[in-house]
Antibody, heavy 117, light 104 residues
Framework: QVLLQESGPGLVKPSETLSLTCTVS??????????WSWIRQPPGKGLEWIGN???????KYNPSLKSRVTISVDTSRNQFSLRLSSMTAADTAMYYC?????????WGQGTQVTVSS | ETVLTQSPATLSLSPGERATLSCWAS??????LAWYQQRPGQAPRLLIY???RRATGIPARFSGSGSGTDFTLTISTLEPEDFAVYYC??????FGGGTKVEIK
């Protein structure tokens, strides 16, 4: 059973860059036809897809965030990461990492990120 | 960019009733549509993939239908644990805005 765990700062200052890491256990980030994803959810609101990195290394980002987002993978540590630059209060949200497949999904428990000075 | 629109935003029903949730895509997504359930304080859980196939371990009271731009999630008989928010997602990217199924 694959498990995912997000880690990173809970508080980020405006204009700074957020860096989050998702550690994967019970499976490899470099095997299978999976999408390794970042999704966020502002307080009291719906899910917003941020982007995917594919097992092949290719990436796809939400057009509304594309200029600020980078998703990368570290196969040696079995992790994938999110960088989101120029943070504002509108980026305050629960951030989830997930492994999405054709017929299954596995999600981390989420990590709350607040943008405040 | 394909936009997913869910309706209604809120559905007020009693346990034992039937729930019908809709999801419309702004472009043809074939059957590349999934449905998720999110309970308060929890991560989303995959219910339906390929528009109509139940994910592993999902009860038979959940069913999905549709193709192209119009999709439906049906819960045949609502159980207490089914009161939650439901999201559709296309091609493992864009999510709809969600439908909250609340107790009437």
């Amino acid at each position: 059973q694959v498990l995912l765990q997000e880690s990173g700062p809970g508080l980020v200052k405006p204009s700074e860059t957020l860096s989050l890491t998702c550690t994967v256990s019970g499976g490899s980030v470099s095997s299978g036809s999976y999408y390794w994803s970042w999704i966020r959810q502002p307080p009291g609101k719906g899910l917003e897809w941020i982007g995917n990195i594919y097992y092949s290394g290719g990436t796809k980002y939400n057009p509304s965030l594309k200029s600020r987002v980078t998703i990368s993978v570290d196969t040696s540590r079995n992790q994938f990461s999110l960088r989101l630059s120029s943070m504002t209060a509108a980026d305050t949200a629960m951030y989830y990492c997930a492994r999405l497949d054709h017929d299954s999904s596995a999600w981390g428990q989420g990590t709350q990120v607040t943008v405040s000075s | 960019e394909t936009v997913l629109t869910q309706s209604p935003a809120t559905l007020s029903l009693s346990p034992g009733e039937r729930a019908t949730l809709s999801c419309w895509a702004s472009q043809d997504v074939s059957t590349y549509l999934a449905w998720y359930q999110q309970r308060p304080g929890q991560a989303p859980r995959l219910l339906i993939y390929d528009a109509s196939r139940r994910a592993t371990g999902i009860p038979a009271r959940f069913s999905g239908s549709g193709s192209g731009t119009d999709f439906t999630l049906t819960i045949s008989t609502l159980e207490p644990e089914d009161f939650a928010v439901y999201y559709c997602q296309q091609r493992s990217i864009t999510f709809g805005g969600g439908t909250k199924v609340e107790i009437k």
